[in-house]
């Protein structure tokens, strides 16, 4: 059943964005706008048991016509859709305006953040994007939304140095960074690229308690130094409590590696 009724959603949605978009930015974003909202008034009335059966449906149709749109409108990855992140909608977009993301917490966790994530790149003058509708409760599951992207260009190629958050209950959160190139027309999202003491990786990711940053005037995060070609992330100690103290991995020509 569930599997029927997700297909139906589906056509529904694509229905619609035909009808609806014309071409046209604005109306593209109405629409997105229009139901965004709605994720965000049920979210907020969760409470009321009947209000989860029309956040789950809400938030199935506007990714599926997040994806959609941004699937088959190439000026999609450079629209700013401003409305969009006045509700919430996290947009990262490359330098070089070839990959973005679009994040939104769903509100359906219990405790932290719920989020699906499309993933949207230019291939050979077309646009690609990737619906990541992951379920609470799935094994491995890590809910992240992707908050910046530094572009790397290094032996020819492109790497796209995505940093992440995520929120698992009210003490705890982590951050990371995931790299990500685009390769014979798909985009890979585990290139071999980070070199620690411990192995060769396509992340890094930390966790830290939240009362260790009550007093911080800013929140920590990972930056990319594009000049010195060095990634710096905050060091968390033993106890999970973060420091103001930095690790920093330095470009050698094939790896970002650890300095001592």
Same mark, same amino acid.
């Given at each position: ?12 949605? %694509? ?12 109306? *593209?974003?109405?629409? %997105? ?5 709605? @994720? ?11 209000? *989860? ?35 919430? !909608? ?7 305006? *070839? ?8 509100? !359906? ?5 719920? +989020?699906?994530? @499309? ?29 910046? +992207? ?31 190139? +685009?390769?014979?027309?798909?985009? +890979? ?20 308690? @939240? ?23 905050? %060091? @968390? ?24």
């Amino acid at each position: 059943m569930k599997t029927i009724k997700l297909i139906v959603i589906f056509c529904c949605c %694509l229905t619609s964005a035909h009808l609806f978009a014309q071409n046209s930015p604005q109306s *593209i974003e109405s629409d %997105l706008l229009r139901i965004l909202k709605r @994720v965000n008034y049920y979210g907020a009335h969760k409470k009321d048991w009947k209000a *989860i059966d029309s956040l789950q449906k809400q938030n199935k149709i506007f990714a599926f016509k997040l994806k959609y749109y941004t699937s088959k409108y190439p000026e999609t990855i450079s629209q700013p859709f401003t409305s969009l992140v006045k509700e919430r !909608l996290v947009i990262a977009t490359s330098a070089d305006g *070839i990959f973005r993301t679009y994040s939104w917490n769903t509100q !359906l966790g219990t405790k932290g953040f719920d +989020i699906y994530n @499309v993933l949207q790149y230019k291939n050979n003058g077309q646009t690609i994007s990737l619906l990541k509708m992951d379920t609470i409760g799935k094994k491995g599951y890590m809910p992240l939304w992707y908050s910046k +992207i530094f572009t790397f260009t290094a032996n020819n190629k492109t790497y796209y140095l995505t940093t992440y958050n995520s929120v698992y209950s009210p003490a705890k959160v982590g951050q990371g960074l995931k790299v990500f190139t +685009i390769d014979k027309g798909k985009l +890979i999202g585990n290139p071999p690229f980070i070199k620690t003491p411990t192995g060769v990786y396509s992340q890094l990711h930390y966790d830290f308690d @939240v009362s260790s940053i009550a007093d911080w005037k800013s929140y920590p995060a990972i930056y990319f130094d594009k000049t010195a070609q060095t990634i710096h992330t905050p %060091l @968390v100690d033993y106890n999970h409590k973060m420091t103001h103290k930095l690790i920093t991995y330095k470009f050698t020509g094939r790896f970002f590696e650890k300095l001592k």
